[in-house]
């Protein structure tokens, strides 16, 4: 089973996590990534790597939602396997409460 990415990377989309990612299973939206869960591996290094723990495994309490949203995503939008430039104002958004109302269907660029 795959993990997720969660909430915590809306807006703040820092990208440790394709530099990690040993199977390039990252997808990549205009203020968010997504796991391809059939690419995914679990092998779970890329929730050390996030900074503002935004990955979480599949056992996670609550995840389903996330589960769901990372499959319909990745599978939308493209493939990014070389980390990109994140947010100017990334940092403002670490912790805020209620990001999910934020998140953009908006493919990113990929790379
Ligand atoms: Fe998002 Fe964390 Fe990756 S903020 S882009 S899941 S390193």
Redesign the pocket.
């Known amino acids: 089973m795959p993990h997720a ?1 969660t909430e ?2 809306i807006r ?7 530099t990690v990612c040993p199977v390039d299973c ?1 997808h990549e939206g205009e203020n ?2 997504a796991i391809d869960p059939g690419a995914c591996i679990d092998c779970g290094v ?1 929730v050390a ?4 723990e ?2 979480a495994s599949d056992l996670t309490p609550g995840i389903e939602e996330w589960l769901e949203i990372n499959a319909r995503l990745s599978a939308a939008w493209p493939k990014i396997t070389h980390p990109g430039i994140p947010p100017a104002d990334g940092d403002r958004w670490r912790n805020v409460p209620g990001k999910r109302r934020f998140l953009s269907d908006r493919p990113g660029r990929g790379s």
């Open positions: 990415v915590n990377c703040c989309k820092h990208m440790e996590c394709v990252f968010f990534l890329c790597a996030c900074p503002v935004a990955i």
